[in-house]
T-cell receptor, first 115, second 114 residues
Framework: DGGITQSPKYLFRKEGQNVTLSCEQN?????MYWYRQDPGQGLRLIYY???????QKGDIAEGYSVSREKKESFPLTVTSAQKNPTAFYLC??????????????FGPGTRLTVT | KQEVTQIPAALSVPEGENLVLNCSFT??????LQWFRQDPGKGLTSLLL?????REQTSGRLNASLDKSSGRSTLYIAASQPGDSATYLC?????????????FGRGTQLTVWP
C-alpha cells in the first residue's frame, strides 16, 4: 500500500530533551512538509523540502531541525530550544508541478507531549 | 500573507440536513484550494481539490465551489449522516510563496446527530 507513515503515534519526553519524529513515504513524491497543529488552530508550516538535500524554513521553524538525505524520509527533530513543543505534528508530501495542482497527502500524525 | 478563514467554527445538525461550510481567503492568486476532513486524533484526508481555473468539484454527497475573484469557497454536504461528524479544513496553495505550501483555516467542527 502506498502512503505516508509517521512514528510513533504518541511520544512523551521530559523538558530539555531533543526528540526526533519519523516521516516516511513510498509515494515517490519529491516534496515533503512538516506542520504543527494546536487545539483550535489551523495547521502551521514548520519546514518543507522540495528535493533531496534541500529544505527551507516555514513560518515557525525556530526550535526545530530537519534533514532530507533520502527521497522517502524527512525526519523532524524538536530541540530543547522549542518553547512550547507539546502539539500534534503532521507530515505531508506532494508532487510539485509548476502552474498545476499540487495535492498534498498527509500522514496519521504524532502527538508529542513534553512535561 | 495569505489568511484563510472558516465559518462557522462549529456546527451541530440533525441527520438528513443539507449543509454549507464556508471558507474565505485574502489573496486570490492561488494555484488551488483543498478541502480536508480530520477525525479526532487523526491525520487529514483530502476530500476535494479545486484548481484555480475550475469553478467546482463533486465527489458523492460533497460539492465544493470556488469563486477566486471574491476569495470564497463553499463545501456543500448533502443529506448529512452521523458518519460525517468531523472537523473540515480548508487550505489554499498560494502562488506568491513556495510551490505547494498550503495555508490552512482553523476548521469547522461538524456534529451530525441521529
Amino acid at each position: 500500500d502506498g502512503g505516508i507513515t509517521q512514528s510513533p503515534k504518541y511520544l512523551f519526553r521530559k523538558e530539555g530533551q531533543n526528540v526526533t519524529l519519523s516521516c516516511e513515504q513510498n509515494l515517490n513524491h519529491d516534496a515533503m512538509y512538516w506542520y504543527r497543529q494546536d487545539p483550535g488552530q489551523g495547521l502551521r508550516l514548520i519546514y518543507y523540502s522540495q528535493i533531496v538535500n534541500d529544505f527551507q524554513k516555514g513560518d515557525i521553524a525556530e526550535g526545530y531541525s530537519v534533514s532530507r538525505e533520502k527521497k522517502e524520509s524527512f525526519p523532524l527533530t524538536v530541540t530543547s530550544a522549542q518553547k512550547n513543543p507539546t502539539a500534534f505534528y503532521l507530515c505531508a508530501s506532494s508532487i510539485p508541478r509548476l502552474g498545476a495542482f499540487a495535492e498534498q497527502y498527509f500522514g496519521p500524525g504524532t502527538r508529542l507531549t513534553v512535561t | 500573507k495569505q489568511e484563510v478563514t472558516q465559518i462557522p467554527a462549529a456546527l451541530s445538525v440533525p441527520e438528513g440536513e443539507n449543509l454549507v461550510l464556508n471558507c474565505s481567503f485574502t489573496d486570490s492568486a492561488i494555484y488551488n484550494l483543498q478541502w480536508f476532513r480530520q477525525d479526532p486524533g487523526k491525520g487529514l484526508t483530502s476530500l476535494l481539490l479545486i484548481q484555480s481555473s475550475q469553478r467546482e468539484q463533486t465527489s458523492g454527497r460533497l460539492n465544493a465551489s470556488l469563486d477566486k475573484s471574491s476569495g470564497r469557497s463553499t463545501l456543500y454536504i448533502a443529506a448529512s449522516q452521523p458518519g460525517d461528524s468531523a472537523t473540515y479544513l480548508c487550505a489554499v496553495s498560494d502562488r506568491g510563496s513556495t510551490l505547494g505550501r498550503l495555508y490552512f483555516g482553523r476548521g469547522t467542527q461538524l456534529t451530525v446527530w441521529p
